[in-house]
């Protein structure tokens, strides 16, 4: 429960962080989030990748920063 209990904090901090940034700033990080992605994604194809949980949360990242590029957006 205490592991959980960080990773949500840690969450929630993430995305403070991503709220202060502007939109273009989020759109470029967005682009980087996805390269990063799909690079994973061939090294996991290619069986190179060590820490398969990282897609996990690479998604989830991306995810995240989409929601804050939406709520950016509606306010506008």
């Known amino acids: 429960m205490a592991a ?13 962080v991503l ?26 194809a290619t069986a190179q990748l060590e820490k398969t949980s990282e897609l996990k949360a690479m998604r989830k990242q991306v995810a995240r920063i989409e929601t804050v590029l939406n709520e950016k957006e509606q306010r506008a």
């Not at 273009?24 to 996991?44: C, G, N, T």
Request: charged share 50%; no cysteine.
């Open 4 to 16: 959980r209990k960080k990773s949500d904090k840690a969450a929630r901090d993430a995305a403070k």
């Open 19 to 44: 709220r202060e940034m502007s939109a273009e700033e989020l759109r470029a990080k967005l682009v980087e989030q996805r390269q990063e992605l799909m690079s994973a994604r061939f090294k996991h």
